[in-house]
Every structure is written in structure tokens, then in C-alpha cells.
């Protein structure tokens, strides 16, 4: 028997010690926005740690050495494409998402499309002349889906990637429901809630249908013709490839998104950005949060608004509220403040994890972006939310609906609100409290979220894909993903039998009414 356990033991050591099989990854992340690239870097550097090959198209590359498996080509040109400046717009009162998404955002993808394909660097992967292989293609699913095409081009599985929640024309291709009011339909907006009117909900209903048709029927046709003049005509149709994608990875944690129905195929992913030793702070940064007794308030609006675009009253309304409260305050500002005072600290970037990590921390002042939510609930710091585009609005209200943080509305911004609410959360301990039981129950979780995420990318370049993850409903037409034809059927037929019922008995009612006149009559002529 010893033997035979000896072969057993070096067979089974031999099975865990080899490693995976490495693969070739193409990785496909065009969107100018630094909040869509950080989280995603860690996958990248997993991977490429793991032996597998990542070339990343990407607006921020790392640019490090050391990791020799990871080939970056740098598209930073992309954000002189989309130079959106969205804080004009909220101010303005003209900021609606779904417009603003069909009228500048689709239109500036595709100049993003456009910029990458005809690169001299990615036309000489996909030439046809080509000896480039890849075992996948990820691609962010943020309205490029011309790019789709290049896992067709690569005879590679497709798997999609979203740094925030997914649209609803993916989750209407993929054969997910289409929740227009859903709390968790983040392309409404402030629109959505819970025991809305009838007529906000056919509002909802129309403007969101309308988009989906629209992305479809429009966008969709003009991102299909980018993919096929550089690949030429002979290619799926991007709508086929998006409802064939083997998964679709989003970051919507649970404890920390409206939770919604999805399909097998979509996982999250979520957490991993966050790094375990926060960068060290600038000497000047650290040696004024530490010289703040009562501790310090950070304020921070993403990367995506301009502060210098706000009307100076709104800029002086932040800046004498800071100025009388007992707190130092570090305020991320892409301008100068005139006559700032000594108690704020200003600059156009500073390392926000290693902020939010510093101890004295009291609050966070943000404007609801999901990475920094991930952030302020990971070093559990009460947030105050200033919400004013995409999905901002729902990420705020669930936040609030969690007892960790309030909202204002930036445009009503005044210094008695202001105030007011900074102290409520301030002298709340319940604010504090609860954020501490929101990290516990969003990080108890059976699995590691990266090696989670990597587990199931690696699946799929096992077995070449993941169908059986798929749902047939992905392929029914939009009446009978919903059972609308039997519903209106049903309908149809409930109302014509109410109505002829109706008839019969307005009828059998005249007749007896005729049979009493009758009989009325006939007795005063024997009378």
C-alpha cells in the first residue's frame, strides 16, 4: 500500500504545483475617465502575475516595468474626444442623462472607436495578414460595442466588463427584465423610487424604451459600421455578439447596490481596486491632518466636474461653512480659492485612499461616484452626498436608505443646509456605527473578490466560453421577453367580454323593462 500512496501523493502534488495553463488576454478599456480604469488595474496585474499575456488598451497605463507580462498601449489621447464638461450642464439645469447619452456620449465613443482602430499599433494585431492570437477578449461595455467585433476577428470568447451598473439596453440584450422605476435603474436618475404615481411609471416606461430603441436602432448601426470598415463586412453583428457574451462582470455589490434580478451570466466583481497599504501622503498634506485635533473633512467630487465650473456663489458657500467649523478640511480643487482660510487645504490631487485611511477622518464629502463609495465604506468613513450625474443619484440614495450618509442637492446648496447636515453626521455616532456594520457584511464573503473574479475568467478560457450560462430569453423579441403579446391577448380579450357582457345586459335590462312597460299597459286597458 505504500507505494501506491507515495504515487498518489506526488500525482496529486504534481496536479496542484503545475500551473494554469497561460493564455493570451486582450483587454479593452477606451473610456477616458480615471474612475473606469483603477479598477480594473488590479485584474490586469493578477493575471499578467499568473504567467498569462495581458495587452491592455487603456486612457491611464501603469507604465511598470516590473510587470513584464503586461503590454499597455496608452490611448490618453482619447480625453481631448471626450472633453465633457458635466458640471456646465447640472448647473445649467439641462443635465438628463439619457439625452445627454444619445446626444454627446454615443457620439463621442465613436470618435473613441475610431481613434483605436486606425492606431498603426492595434491595426497590426487584427490585419489579416496578422499572426497575433488571443485566448479572450474584455471589452468595457460603456457604448463601444464595435470593439466586440475583435473577439470574432481573434476566434476568442467575449466577456464584458463595467466599472458601475450596466446599462438597460445590456440587460434588455443579455434577456435580463428591464426595471424602468426600479430603485436600482440608475439611467433615470432622481425618476425612479419606490410607491411612484402611475404617471411617473408610464414616464419612466416611455423614456426608457425609447432609449433602448433608440442605442439599438441608431448607435448600434453606426458602431457596427466602424468595426466593419477596419474588419471588413464579413463579421457578426455587434447586437449578436453583445447577447452571446460568455459573461458580463459589473461592480454592484449587493450590500452596497439596490439589488436587482440578472441572469447567471452576470457577476460582480468590486473591493479589489482598494489597495491593502495605502500610498504614503505628501509631507505637507500629512503634517496638516495630523495637526487637526478634532480631526479633518475631505471633499472630493471625482474626476468628471470641474469645481472652477460652479458659480462663485456655490464656491463661497463651501468655503465659509468650512471656514467656521472646528475642522481642518482638505478639499480636492481643481482652481484656486480666494482667501481661503487656514483651516482648509486645497489641491488639484491628492491620494484619496490614503485620506480616507487616516485615522482623525471624520467625514467624506463626495459626489457619489461607486469606486469611492467602495473606498469610504471600506475605511468606514459617514459620507455626504452631492450627486449630479449618471448613477450618482442611486448610489447617494442607497447610501442614505443605509443610514450612512445624507444628501444635498448642489444646486440648493446653502450654508444653513450645509452646515446643518455636516454637523447632524458629525455628532451622529449612529452614522459611524452603521457604516462600520455596512464593511462587515460587505466584506463576509466565501471567496477572495479578485481570485473570485480571476477563477472565473480563467473557466472561461477552459472551456472556451461559458454558453451554458446563457438564457434563451437573450433571443426572443422584445414582446414575448416580457409575455407582452399574451398580456395584451389577455387584455384584448378581457376587455371584449366585459364589454359584450355589458352589452348583453344593458340589452336583457331594456328587454325587461320593455316586458314591464308592456304588461303595465295591458292592465290599464282591461281596467
Request: charged share 20%; proline share 6%.
Amino acid at each position: 500500500m505504500k507505494p501506491i500512496a507515495e504515487t498518489i501523493f506526488w500525482i496529486s502534488f504534481l496536479y496542484i504545483a503545475a500551473p494554469v495553463k497561460t493564455a493570451r488576454i486582450l483587454a479593452i478599456v477606451p473610456i477616458p475617465s480615471y474612475s473606469h480604469q483603477i479598477c480594473y488595474r488590479p485584474l490586469w496585474i493578477a493575471l499578467s502575475q499568473r504567467g498569462h499575456e495581458v495587452v491592455s488598451i487603456t486612457t491611464d497605463p501603469l507604465n511598470d516595468p516590473s510587470l513584464t507580462n503586461l503590454t499597455e498601449i496608452n490611448f490618453q489621447s482619447n480625453y481631448q474626444l471626450m472633453e465633457l464638461n458635466f458640471a456646465k450642464n447640472v448647473i445649467a439645469g439641462t443635465h438628463e442623462w439619457l439625452s445627454t447619452s444619445r446626444t454627446q456620449i454615443w457620439p463621442a465613443c465613436g470618435d473613441v472607436a475610431e481613434n483605436i482602430f486606425k492606431h498603426p499599433k492595434v491595426r497590426k494585431m487584427y490585419a489579416p495578414d496578422s499572426d497575433e492570437k488571443f485566448d479572450l477578449v474584455i471589452v468595457e461595455t460603456v457604448k463601444v460595442p464595435s470593439f466586440y467585433t475583435l473577439a470574432h476577428r481573434f476566434n476568442a470568447p467575449l466577456i464584458g466588463v463595467s466599472s458601475f451598473g450596466l446599462r438597460n439596453t445590456l440587460y434588455y440584450q443579455l434577456g435580463a427584465p428591464v426595471l424602468s422605476s426600479h430603485t436600482s435603474n440608475w439611467e433615470i436618475g432622481d425618476d425612479t423610487g419606490l410607491n411612484l404615481s402611475l404617471w411617473r411609471r408610464i414616464k419612466n416606461f416611455i423614456r426608457q424604451w425609447y432609449h433602448i430603441y433608440y442605442s439599438i436602432n441608431y448607435h448600434y448601426p453606426k458602431q457596427q459600421a466602424i468595426a466593419e470598415k477596419y474588419l471588413g463586412k464579413n463579421i457578426p453583428h455587434i447586437r449578436d455578439m453583445e447577447r452571446n457574451m460568455s459573461l458580463v462582470f459589473h461592480s454592484q455589490q449587493e450590500a452596497l447596490s439596490f439589488v436587482r434580478p440578472t441572469m447567471p451570466n452576470i457577476l460582480v466583481l468590486g473591493n479589489f481596486h482598494i489597495s491593502k497599504k495605502p500610498a504614503a501622503l505628501p509631507k505637507d498634506l500629512k503634517e496638516f491632518i495630523a495637526d487637526a485635533p478634532n480631526g479633518f473633512i475631505y471633499m472630493s467630487l471625482g474626476t468628471n466636474v470641474l469645481t472652477s465650473t460652479f458659480p462663485e456663489h456655490i464656491r463661497n458657500v463651501f468655503r465659509d461653512v468650512f471656514a467656521s467649523l472646528p475642522y481642518k478640511v482638505v478639499w480636492k480643487c481643481d482652481s484656486e480659492l480666494p482667501n481661503k482660510p487656514d483651516n482648509i487645504y486645497t489641491a488639484k490631487w491628492v491620494p484619496q485612499e490614503s485620506i480616507l485611511a487616516y485615522p482623525n477622518i471624520k467625514l467624506f464629502i463626495y459626489q457619489g461616484g461607486l469606486q469611492s463609495t467602495e473606498e469610504a465604506v471600506y475605511y468606514t468613513v459617514p459620507l455626504l452626498g452631492l450627486p449630479m450625474l449618471i448613477d450618482q443619484y442611486t448610489q447617494v440614495n442607497k447610501m442614505v436608505s443605509l443610514g450612512v450618509a445624507k444628501r444635498l442637492n448642489i444646486m440648493d446648496i446653502s450654508r444653513e443646509n450645509l452646515n446643518g447636515s455636516i454637523i447632524d453626521i458629525l455628532t451622529d455616532k449612529r452614522y459611524k456605527e452603521r457604516m462600520l456594520e455596512v464593511k462587515v457584511l460587505n466584506e463576509d464573503k466565501p471567496y477572495d473578490p479578485l481570485e473570485h473574479v480571476i477563477w472565473w475568467i480563467e473557466f472561461v478560457i477552459r472551456h472556451k466560453g461559458a454558453s451554458h450560462l446563457r438564457s434563451s430569453i437573450a433571443d426572443e423579441p422584445w414582446y414575448k421577453k416580457s409575455e407582452m403579446d399574451v398580456i395584451a391577448i389577455l387584455s384584448i380579450a378581457i376587455f371584449v367580454t366585459l364589454f359584450c357582457t355589458l352589452i348583453i345586459i344593458c340589452k336583457s335590462l331594456k328587454m325587461i323593462f320593455n316586458l314591464m312597460k308592456m304588461s303595465v299597459v295591458t292592465k290599464k286597458k282591461i281596467n
